[in-house]
Each structure stands twice: as C-alpha cells, then as structure tokens.
C-alpha cells in the first residue's frame, strides 16, 4: 500500500533555506505535492511535481525528485516568519484522484 | 472567483448522534474529496464523489456516507458517531480532468 513519511519537526533560522524532506513507497506515485496548513486552517497547495521531472521551482520554492530513491524535498529559500506552519507531502497515482498525505513537518523559525 | 466553503465552522456532539457536514466546491469543479485530519495527523481520505457518483472510497466504515448535488455541492453524513470521530473534516474540489485538489478550511467536529 502506500505510505507517505516525513521528519516531524524542523527549526531554522530567519533568512536561512528550509529543506523538508519526504519520502514515499508508491512506486507508482505519477503526482506528488506540497501542501502548507497553518494553525486552524485548511490546506493551502503550494507546488506539485510529476514524477517525469527530478526539479521545479516557483519563485522561493524548489521542489528536488528522486524517483529512484522515492525521495521528494521541498526546498524554502530566505525562510520568513510566515513560513511558519505545518508543511505536508502527498501523492496520488492518478490526477485528481486520492491523495496519500505524510505526517507533516513542523517548520518553526528562529528569529 | 470563490474558493472552496464549507460549513459548519465548529461543531460539537454527543456519541451516538448523526452529522451532517457541508461543502461549496470552487466554481467549475466537478470533484469533490472528503478527508479526515485527526489531531497531529495527515489527512486520510474518506471517499470522493464525480458527477453525483462516488469515485473512490477509503478504509471508512459505511456509517461514513456522503452525497453530490447536481450543482456539485456536498455532504459527509456520519452516523453512530464515536469519541475517535473527533477531527478535522477537510473538502477539496477538483476540475474535470485537473491533478490540484484545492481544500476548504475544514469543520471541526468534536464528539463527546
């Protein structure tokens, strides 16, 4: 089945990079995602790789794929106080279906 | 453009009753995903409804039950409810043929 895993917790200093790691088991897994909650919220999608690319990046966000490893990492640059939330992996084998999400990560930054 | 609602915000019930919670999908998305987010945890899927059809189901028991309307608006009924139900109920709505599942801010159901 599948199974999705992430570090619980990560700390880093304001204006360092933040790199939340993942991995999964699916070796089918064609979509992969990055979602951020913050304290009584929802989730908000911030990138989504597919499985034929090993990098995307969006302004401060750099998303590395190691479809061998089935390693994914999401890579924060010039981390800020409002990066601050709980940051989730997820996969999917299908578009628009299921998503198989990851414990979270607690990203908490240092002033 | 409006995002996904859903509602009720809060909600508070005793073991044994029934629920029924909401969801507005986001205007031209015809999927709707329910999960399940319980304190500290990740989301877990619940089912997913298509065009008034479910499409997907996961490791729920039935009493978890849920319905599509023609304007693709949804509902999550649990019946029986027990203390473990208490959590987070996430909907997301998806376009036809779209690989982002976009989510509501959730209802917080807690069962006493």
């Known amino acids: 089945g599948e199974d999705v895993e992430q570090s619980l917790f990560l700390s880093v200093r304001e204006g360092d990079s933040s790199v939340i790691n993942c991995t999964y088991t699916?070796?089918?897994?064609?979509?992969l995602y990055w979602y951020k909650q913050e304290p009584g919220a929802g989730l908000q999608l911030l990138t989504y790789?597919?499985?034929?690319?090993d990098m995307k990046q969006d302004q401060r966000l750099t998303v590395l794929l190691n479809k061998k490893d089935k390693h994914l990492s999401l890579r924060i640059a010039d981390t800020q106080t409002g990066d601050s939330a709980i940051y989730f992996c997820a996969e999917a084998r299908f578009g628009n279906e299921k998503l198989t999400f990851g414990t979270g990560t607690r990203l908490t930054i240092i002033p | 453009e409006t995002g996904v609602t859903q509602s009720p915000t809060h909600l508070i019930k005793t073991r044994g009753q029934q629920v029924t919670l909401r969801c507005s999908s986001q205007s031209g998305h015809n999927t709707v995903s329910w999960y399940q987010q319980a304190l500290g945890q990740g989301p877990q899927f619940i089912f997913q409804y298509y065009r008034e059809e479910e499409n997907g189901r996961g490791n729920f028991p039935p009493r978890f039950s849920g319905l599509q309307f023609p304007n693709y608006s949804s509902e999550l009924n649990v019946n029986a409810l027990e203390l473990d139900d208490s959590a987070l109920y996430l909907c997301a709505s998806s376009p036809d043929g779209g690989y982002e599942q976009f989510f509501g801010p959730g209802t917080r159901l807690t069962v006493l």
């Open positions: 699916d070796s089918s897994s064609t979509y």
């Open positions: 790789i597919f499985s034929n690319m």
